[in-house]
């Protein structure tokens, strides 16, 4: 059992404020070894040392411990999180393709390969199917792997992005985000003159618009 002064008794208190355990074990180790982890100070103290030269020790560690706490903290939360996507993505999920459910699951990553090569054997088709209907034309087309957005339109560069994750609905929801960002080479905000050319292009687009709306993603 730790002899406890009045010194360490106030490093205790000091760091249980930040909510953090000191954590004393008497080893056969030459130096003092101070580990920080998340709530947690781990001392290793050598055998010799006494209380009072102990409780300095860790007294004149106890600023830098509450002052690393929270990057501490903060670098534990990450690396947790990379390990749950990281074995969310090994596992097999429900494949949804063009708006139908498979009979075959697939990992996280392996799904959005998929996406992406579906997506890429389409887009060339779709586009010269609508640029000539909207009256616009794009000057390049590309894929991302966009969580909030289905689709977006630098209207300088004329460069379209289209959503890796369309292909789990169906084909239309993917014509709707080409007219969609065509459009916007018209009109470059949302504005009542921008949604006339759309339905004037895709008069049921409204349709398609609904069946994105609320699935996580939004258009530019």
């Not at 890429?120 to 909207?134: G, N, R, T, Y």
């Not at 049921?204 to 993603?217: F, R, T």
Request: aromatic share 8%.
């Amino acid at each position: 059992m730790i002899d406890t002064t009045p010194l360490l008794q106030s490093a205790i208190e000091r760091l249980a404020a930040a909510k953090i355990e000191l954590q004393i074990s008497k080893k056969r180790v030459k130096n003092i070894n101070f580990r920080l982890k998340p709530n947690l100070l781990t001392v290793s103290v050598p055998t010799s040392i006494n209380a009072m030269q102990m409780a300095q020790f860790i007294d004149k560690r106890v600023s830098w411990a509450l002052a690393h706490h929270q990057q501490v903290l903060e670098n534990y939360q990450r690396k947790q999180k990379q390990h749950l996507q990281s074995n969310l993505a090994k596992t097999d999920e429900p494949l949804w393709l063009w708006g139908e459910q498979q009979t075959f699951t697939l990992n996280h990553d392996k799904k959005i390969a998929l996406y992406r090569q579906q997506l890429s054997q389409v887009m060339p088709a779709l586009f010269e199917k609508w640029q000539p209907i909207v009256g616009a034309q794009a000057t390049e087309t590309r894929i991302k792997k966009m969580h909030t957005r289905w689709g977006s339109c630098n209207t300088r560069a004329r460069r379209i992005w289209l959503s890796v994750y369309l292909p789990a609905y169906p084909i239309e929801c993917t014509e709707y985000v080409i007219v969609h960002e065509l459009c916007h080479l018209h009109h470059a905000n949302h504005s009542p003159a921008f949604w006339q050319t759309v339905a004037t292009a895709m008069p049921e687009y409204k349709q398609w618009h609904d069946k994105l709306a609320g699935k996580g993603g939004k258009l530019d």
